[in-house]
């Protein structure tokens, strides 16, 4: 892909049901969902996973790529956090898709579905073959994008503390 060719098309949100009650109905599956992956102990998804998913809501524009943020993200009205405009879920604090670092945000969830089926959620599907002709689509391109640079993506997330270590017994000799 030549970079500075590269078009991208806008998408709207997968629509799987029609009625407004059954869309509803929908997103509060997902969020129940998403809540219950959290789990008592405040599961959150690996890093890799969560990389993916800033690539598909943020773009890499501020790291010098490219890809353009979403169209679908949202500024909140509280500086410096946003929110995904795609799902209907509004702007607070627990719909804001990064917090502070040792925060719990909205892209922490292990399972979180994406209204565009995006690379790293747990909806996600694979591009189509028409997705690749100009303008192409962000999930093409994410698609295409090299580990390693993929690797450089900044993310707050958890790491989980090393393993106690066993202490030596002192055994009579
Ligand atoms: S969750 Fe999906 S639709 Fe919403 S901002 Fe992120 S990539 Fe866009």
Redesign the pocket.
Known sequence: MENEELQFRTQE?VQSENSEFKKKLSMMQSFASAITSRGLKNEKVTKPIKQL?VL???GDKDQGGVLP??????NSKTKGK??????GCGDRAGTW?MSEADGYS??DYPR???????PG?TNYEQSKPDESISPIT?RYYIENYPYEKLETIKVNTFEPPPPPQKKQENKPT
């Open positions: 949100p998913r598909s809501c943020f943020p979403c169209e679908h993200l949202k946003h929110f995904c405009g795609g799902c898709l909205k892209l979180l579905s994406c209204p565009l089926q995006m959620f962000r």
